[in-house]
């Protein structure tokens, strides 16, 4: 029990500044505090020190205006993302056939699916990034607080929110324009907890909360770049965010219909702007390539 208490306590502590932690866990090992009394006083302590950051406006406010939004539209389109990958996954793990591993078409078939699972997934995970990205730089003074609540956000996404907005749609979609109600085909796949349960816990634990966690400490230190830069990223930034909303097909039935027509018409130039954007979303993979090179560059010059 009492590793336990220290392990607590050395979690909790991490949301105190770093000067600060090492005085309090210095002060700790020096008085020979028990873990129990060391517990209640770094709780008071981490306590008091959240409780003065947000007395004022813009912790609510970037709470409000991003942690809420951004972690219900990552869950949406990791939910949607899961959904749709559980039933490839479900084709080829669960009905798999050796006897077919003789035909080539099977080999081209299987190489065609990994690379769409692969885009579908690696467009989450810059997803993912871009909103840590965006709320690291937005609330730098902040950023362990608020990666704590961004965590707590998608949990809540993916367990009751992205579900009952699911449902939502489905009844919105048939009350207003009277769709009937089509067969599951996907019956088969979702009867099964892993893909129904386990899936998409996976794909929001793995692909949406570790990238956004990454992304808000890569925007800590992007206020040292150049204002140029700053502003080069925002815009990407930004880009990415509006490529997210957009697609969610659903979410714009809502608004306007003819924005999801005009994503299905290449020729018009709203479908173009659309897939304008959608080229930008994987601009933090050129961004994190870049500044490793970078560092590297300047080892070796060092």
Known sequence: MTQIRWWVVDVFSRLLEPAEREVVLGD???SRETSGR??????????????????????????????????MLLSIVSRRTADGSAVY????????????????????LLAETGVHLLVWY????????????V?????????????????????FGALVGAPRYFAFCEDYLHRTFRVAALPDYNAAVFDLPFYRVL????VQGVLVALPAVWGLRQGLEAVRFRLPL??????AAVATLAAMVIQDQAFWLFLNSHVVRAYRQPGNWLGWGIRLLQSVVFWPVAYLVVREVGRRWQRRIA
């Open 38 to 71: 060391a517990l209640r006083g770094v709780l008071g302590l981490v306590a008091r020190r959240q409780a003065a950051l947000w007395a004022g406006w813009r912790p609510w406010l970037t709470a409000v205006g991003l942690i809420v939004p951004l972690g």
């Open 135 to 155: 709320l690291g730089s937005a609330s730098r003074s902040m950023n362990r607080i608020n990666g704590v609540l961004m965590c707590l956000m998608l949990l």
């Open 28 to 30: 700790f090992a020096d």
């Open 230 to 235: 700053r502003i080069s990223l925002w815009i």
């Open 89 to 108: 996954l479900w084709l080829y793990a669960n009905n798999w056939d050796w006897a077919l591993t003789t035909n080539p078409g099977f080999w081209s």
């Open 199 to 202: 899936l998409p816990l996976i």
């Open 122 to 133: 690696l467009t989450l995970a810059c997803f993912s990034w871009t909103s840590g990205f």
